[in-house]
C-alpha cells in the first residue's frame, strides 16, 4: 500500500516536540536544587527546551532532556544536579 | 537596553524533541536566536546538522516555516522568499537562512556573497563549529590551524578564513559575531538585525564536542574560553560602524586549546605563537616576548 | 488580441507578461538572456508587477525561483546549455518538491568542445528530472506553450520546461499573435499555494527515512502520469478559448494514410511538416508525428499514432552516448512488441543546419536502409 503523504514532502510543525528524539540516550538526569535562586540562565543553555521558565518559575521536561549536563556544568550556584539514571544490576528508566 | 532573561519570548519555536545529539552547540544557538527572532519567522537551512535534527518524515521541532535546502543555496532561496512575500504584500517576516560554516563559507558561499552584495532583506547566520560535522568532522576553511579532524591527522596547515572580515567588506547593514555562551549578547544582535532593512550577518561560534573533543557538558564552558582568550572577539559593525560588545579577561590561550582533543597535540611553541598573535591584536605587547 | 513580430525569446516573455509573474530569478547566459531583458524591461517600464531577483549564478536562479514558489508566488526563470547543467541539482530538487515553477530553456549545445549554438542536448540531460518537458516548434507556440505550462504546472503541482531552441528560435523574428489579458486572466487563475507560511507553519523536506522516500517517489511518477491527460486537456482548453489547437502530447500530421513518418520535436518538427506537404503533393505517403511533451514521454499516444505505419523516421538533437539519439532511443522503446522498422539519426548538432533538404535526404536515406538500425545512424558529417 502506497502511504497517504502530503503532495510536498513536509512535517506539522512542532510535531516532534509530542515524540522527542533521544530520551533513551540519556544516562543522566537534572535535579533542581532548593538553593536555585531562578536566574534562568540555564533556560539559554539548555539545547533541547528541556528547562524553560513559566511564570517566573523554572520547569524541567524530563521526557525532552538528553541528560548533557550543560545545565548543571553552567549554574553558578550549583543548584543543579545530574544523577545516573540506572542504579544496581537491573536500572531504572525514569 | 539591556536585556533580561526574564522578559524574553517564552514562546519555544525551535528545539523540544530534535534529533541532535545531547549537548548540541548548534541547537543552543537556534534556541537563542528564536527568542529574538519569534514566530513570524521563515528559515532556510542548508544541508547540515541543523537541518538534520530538524526533524526527520513527518515530523520537526520547528514551531515556524522550516526549509531544508539544498547544500549551497540557502541565501538565494531566503531571496526568492524575500521576493515573494513582497510580491504579495506580506510584512513583517524575518527571511533567514541559517547553515553550518561549510554551507557559509565554503561550498554555501556563492549565494552568500551573491545574496549579501543585492543587500536582500535578509539574516544570514553561520554556525561555526570550526568543521563539517554533519559528515563526520572533516576539515573546511573555519578550521583553525592546527586542528584535527576525521580526514586531517596531523591538524590543518593553514589558517581558518576570516568569514566575518569578508562579510564585513561587503559593507551590509549588519555584521556581528556571537557565542552561545553570551546568549543575550547573542540575542541583542539578531534583535538589531531584524530591524534592518538589508542584509545582516550574524558569526555565531557553536562548538561541537564530538568534533571538539570536548566533555558534552562543557560546550558552553569552550564557547566561553574562546572568546575570554581573546581568540574569538565579540563585535558588531553597525552601519560600518564597528564596536567590541565583550571585553575578554584574556585567560592564557592554552587554557582553551590545549584541553581540547582535537589540540592536544599542540607543541607550547604553537602556543606560545598563538598566545603571541592575541597580544598584538589586542595591543597588549605580544611583540616584545 | 494583436499580431506582431516577435522572437523565440520575446515570445516566452510575452508568456511570462500575459502570466503576470511575480517573481522572476535569472542568471544570463547565451541565447537565452533576451527572455529575460524583455521581462526586466516590462518591469522597469511598470508593465509588470514582478519581483526580479538578480542572482549571482543560474545554480541560485532556480534556487531563488523554488525559493519564491514555496512561499506561494508564480515564478519563472529561463536558462540553457551549461546553466542548465549547473542548476541540474536543484531541477531535480524542485520537482522533488513538486513546485509549479516554469522555466524556459533556449536550448543549446554543452560544451566540451565549447559551443554556443542550437541543439536539444541540454533539455535532454534532464530527462530524468521529473519536470514536464514541451518543445515548441516556432515562437507562436512559445507563447502559447508559455502560458499553458503555468495552467499544467499549478493544477498538478510540477515544474514545467518550455524548451525552444537557441537562436532559430530564440533569436528568429515571427508572427505571434498576443492573446487578450483578461481572457488569459480567465484561463490561468492563480492558484496560490504557500507551503513556506508564517500562519501556517510546516518544516519543508524533512529528512525522509526508506520508510518514506520511495512512497513519495511513487506519488512523484504518479503526478507524472496523470500529466498525460492535464497537458491534453490544457492544450485543449486553451484551443477552445484561443483558437489555437497544439493538439496536446503529440500531434499527428497527414497520418490517415501514411506510410513513411517523421518523428521529431522542436524546430525540426516546423521544416518536416513543410517536406512532408512538398512529398504529398508528389503522391507520396508520408506523414509526421510531432513530439510536443518530451516527459512524461507519450508511450500509449505515439503507439495508436504509429500503429498502421510501415517505416518511421526519426530525427534527433541530440546525442546520449554509447546508445543513440534520446527521441529515437524512447520511440523504439514506446514500440516494443510491435515490428515497425525504424530508422533514427542524429543531425544537426551544435548548430549545423537541418533544413528541408536534409530531412528530405534522411528520408531517402532510411527507405534506402532496409537493416534497422541498432543505435543512431549521423547524418551531414
Given amino acids: 500500500m502506497v502511504k497517504n503523504l502530503p503532495v510536498v514532502p513536509t512535517a506539522k510543525a512542532g510535531s516532534l516536540v509530542e515524540t522527542p528524539t533521544g530520551i533513551t540516550w540519556r544516562i543522566q538526569y537534572p535535579e533542581i536544587l532548593a538553593n536555585c535562586n531562578i536566574c534562568l540562565e540555564c533556560t539559554l543553555f539548555c539545547p533541547d527546551g528541556a528547562i524553560v521558565q513559566q511564570e517566573g518559575k523554572l520547569v524541567l521536561t524530563l521526557k525532552l532532556c538528553k541528560g548533557c549536563g550543560i545545565c548543571a556544568n553552567e549554574c553558578e550556584e550549583n543548584a543543579i544536579q545530574m544523577i545516573p539514571e540506572y542504579s544496581g544490576v537491573k536500572g531504572v528508566f525514569r | ?289 | 488580441m494583436s499580431t506582431t513580430l516577435l522572437t523565440g525569446s520575446e515570445a516566452a516573455a510575452y508568456g511570462a507578461r500575459l502570466a503576470r509573474i511575480e517573481v522572476l530569478a535569472y542568471y544570463p547566459i547565451t541565447p537565452a538572456f533576451p527572455a529575460m531583458e524583455r521581462v526586466s524591461k516590462f518591469i522597469d517600464d511598470g508593465e509588470l508587477n514582478t519581483r526580479f531577483v538578480r542572482v549571482e549564478s543560474d545554480h541560485s536562479a532556480l534556487a531563488a525561483a523554488l525559493g519564491a514558489s514555496l512561499a506561494g508566488s508564480r515564478t519563472f526563470t529561463v536558462t540553457n546549455s551549461q546553466g542548465l547543467l549547473y542548476m541540474t541539482e536543484v531541477v531535480y530538487h524542485t520537482a522533488g518538491l513538486r513546485q509549479p515553477v516554469v522555466m524556459a530553456v533556449a536550448n543549446r549545445a554543452l560544451s566540451a568542445p565549447h559551443s554556443r549554438f542550437p541543439e536539444q542536448g541540454d533539455a535532454i540531460s534532464q530527462g530524468a528530472s521529473g519536470w514536464i518537458q514541451l518543445f515548441c516548434e516556432n515562437n507562436q507556440e512559445v507563447l502559447d506553450n508559455m502560458l499553458q505550462a503555468f495552467k499544467i504546472a499549478e493544477t498538478i503541482r510540477l515544474p514545467v520546461m518550455v524548451n525552444y531552441e537557441g537562436y532559430i528560435q530564440s533569436h528568429t523574428l515571427e508572427e505571434v499573435e498576443i492573446p487578450d489579458e483578461e481572457k488569459i486572466d480567465q484561463f490561468l487563475p492563480l492558484n496560490r499555494v504557500r507551503t513556506l507560511d508564517v500562519e501556517h507553519p510546516q518544516g519543508v523536506n524533512t529528512v525522509a527515512s526508506p520508510e518514506f522516500y520511495m512512497d513519495y517517489k511513487f506519488r512523484q511518477n504518479e503526478a507524472m502520469e496523470q500529466a498525460l491527460t492535464v497537458i491534453n486537456n490544457v492544450a485543449s482548453d486553451y484551443a477552445k478559448e484561443f483558437g489555437r489547437d497544439w493538439s496536446g502530447l503529440i500531434e499527428a500530421y497527414q497520418m490517415d494514410d501514411a506510410e513513411h513518418v517523421i518523428v521529431a520535436m522542436g524546430s525540426m518538427v516546423s521544416d518536416a511538416r513543410i517536406v512532408v506537404d512538398e512529398l504529398r503533393k508528389a503522391g507520396r505517403k508520408v506523414g509526421l508525428v510531432k513530439v510536443r511533451a518530451w516527459r512524461p514521454f507519450p508511450v500509449e499516444a505515439l503507439r495508436e499514432a504509429l500503429k498502421n505505419v510501415q517505416l518511421i523516421t526519426v530525427c534527433d538533437k541530440n546525442i546520449v552516448y554509447g546508445l543513440g539519439g534520446a527521441l529515437g532511443t524512447e520511440v523504439k522503446s514506446a514500440l516494443y512488441g510491435q515490428s515497425i522498422r525504424l530508422n533514427s539519426y542524429i543531425l544537426g548538432l551544435g548548430g549545423r543546419d537541418v533544413t528541408t533538404e536534409e530531412i528530405k535526404k534522411v528520408l531517402e536515406l532510411s527507405e534506402k536502409t532496409e537493416q534497422q538500425a541498432i543505435t543512431s545512424e549521423w547524418f551531414g558529417l
Fill in chain 2, 1 to 289: 537596553m539591556a536585556i533580561s532573561i526574564a522578559d524574553l519570548s517564552k514562546e519555544e519555536l525551535f528545539g523540544q524533541g530534535h534529533a541532535g545529539c545531547g549537548g548540541c552547540g548548534a541547537a543552543v544557538a537556534g534556541r537563542q536566536a528564536m527568542k529574538a527572532l519569534g514566530s513570524r519567522t521563515i528559515i532556510t537551512i542548508p544541508a547540515s546538522c541543523m537541518a538534520t535534527l530538524g526533524g526527520s518524515n513527518l515530523k520537526t521541532t520547528w514551531q515556524i516555516p522550516f526549509y531544508h535546502t539544498l547544500f549551497e543555496m540557502a541565501p538565494a532561496v531566503s531571496s526568492g522568499i524575500r521576493a515573494a512575500l513582497e510580491a504579495q504584500g506580506i510584512e513583517d517576516v524575518n527571511v533567514v537562512s541559517w547553515a553550518g560554516d561549510a554551507g557559509t563559507a565554503d561550498i554555501g558561499f556563492q549565494s552568500l556573497t551573491g545574496a549579501a552584495e543585492r543587500n536582500e532583506h535578509m539574516i544570514h547566520v553561520c554556525y561555526d563549529n570550526e568543521m563539517y560535522m554533519n559528515t563526520g568532522g572533516q576539515t573546511g576553511s573555519q578550521t583553525p590551524m592546527y586542528a584535527i579532524t576525521s580526514n586531517m591527522s596531523k591538524g590543518k596547515a593553514v589558517k581558518k578564513k576570516n568569514m566575518l572580515a569578508i562579510m564585513q567588506a561587503h559593507e551590509i547593514d549588519y555584521v556581528a559575531s556571537a557565542s552561545i555562551a553570551y546568549p543575550l549578547d547573542l540575542i541583542a544582535k539578531f534583535k538589531k538585525a531584524a530591524e534592518k532593512p538589508g542584509f545582516s550577518y550574524i558569526h555565531i561560534l557553536a562548538p561541537c564536542h564530538r568534533g571538539w573533543q570536548i566533555p558534552a557538558e562543557k560546550t558552553i564552558e569552550y564557547a566561553r574560553l574562546a572568546v575570554e582568550s581573546g581568540l574569538f572577539e565579540l563585535y558588531e559593525v553597525d552601519e560600518g560602524v564597528r564596536n567590541r560588545t565583550f571585553e575578554p579577561t584574556f585567560i592564557p590561550v592554552a587554557d582553551y586549546l590545549t584541553t581540547q582533543g582535537r589540540f592536544k597535540h599542540l607543541t607550547s611553541e604553537q602556543v606560545v605563537k598563538l598566545q603571541k598573535s592575541i597580544n598584538v591584536y589586542y595591543g597588549r605587547g605580544g611583540d616584545e616576548e
